[in-house]
């Protein structure tokens, strides 16, 4: 996919060259150039849109054509795995993600935030976290989070992991945890070194896939319950705000 988008790339400036470059001057230079420029521009918002429609298509992106069930296949176990919120809340939303995931990081960044401020601190939703990792060092920043977690750390790990995306890699995750506030990294590097959170990691991830789960994000979004087992509907990719306010309130 990032092989077809160079190729993109330089059919474009191939485009713009000759359109800049080639050809005789016209008797009219400003008419000429005007036209010039328009038609660099739709070209440019072409190629963007065609760029944001690979995008889509990549591994793990939850594909908008595919059929898929409007509720989890199987209930969520939920016991075990880090949560906000009160046990007390009627609802629990439950995501499944991967710290690589872009559209997860959106979610993180722009959509969760909101959530956070408006269902879980007035008491209304428990929301759970789910590894689904997929995607390459997924695993090691989800392990990374965990150990974080055993410190008291597990959002601030979490959310400074979806901040810097970009930044994630084994090497690099002991500086990524110092920088999130995690207080002991001697701790840290031997939860590290221990892999106790393979199997949480791994369980996760069958979870999410006998529910339904394809690709990241997707969300179960349902009642709560006493035993923390959690049906409901999927919330599949990251929507908007109100998609979750509306599934929330449906739940309620």
């Known amino acids: 996919m990032t092989g077809f988008k160079a190729i993109l790339s330089a059919c474009a400036a191939a485009v713009i060259l000759s359109a ?11 008419s000429g150039n005007a036209e010039v420029l328009a038609e660099l521009k ?9 760029s944001d429609r690979l995008d889509s298509l990549q591994p793990g992106a939850p594909s908008p054509s595919a059929a898929r069930p409007d509720t989890a296949q199987t209930p969520v176990p939920t016991a075990g795995y880090p949560s906000m919120g009160k046990d007390s809340a009627p609802v629990t939303v439950v995501e499944f993600s991967d710290y690589r995931c872009p559209f997860c990081g959106r979610h993180s960044r722009e959509v969760l935030p909101q959530i ?10 428990r929301y759970v976290y789910m590894d689904f990792a997929v995607k390459s060092y997924a695993r090691e920043a989800a392990e990374a989070a965990h150990c974080a977690g055993e410190q008291g750390q597990y959002w601030e790990m979490h959310d400074y992991l979806f901040e810097r995306q970009g930044d994630i890699r084994p090497d690099n995750l002991e500086s990524m945890a110092r920088a999130a506030g995690v207080p002991d990294m001697t701790a840290f590097k031997a939860c590290i070194d221990d892999t106790r959170f393979d199997t949480l990691i791994a369980t996760g991830r069958r979870y999410g896939q006998n529910a339904g789960v394809s690709g990241t994000p997707t969300f179960v979004v349902g009642r709560s319950s006493a035993d923390g087992v959690i049906s409901g509907e999927l919330v599949i990719g990251a929507k ?13």
């Open 20 to 30: 800049c470059g080639g050809g005789a001057p016209s008797g009219n230079g400003d």
């Open 42 to 50: 739709a070209l440019r918002a072409e190629l963007r849109e065609l």
């Open 116 to 125: 956070v401020r408006n269902f879980v601190n007035t008491g209304k939703v």
């Open 240 to 252: 908007p705000y109100e998609d979750f306010a509306d599934a929330i309130n449906a739940a309620n």
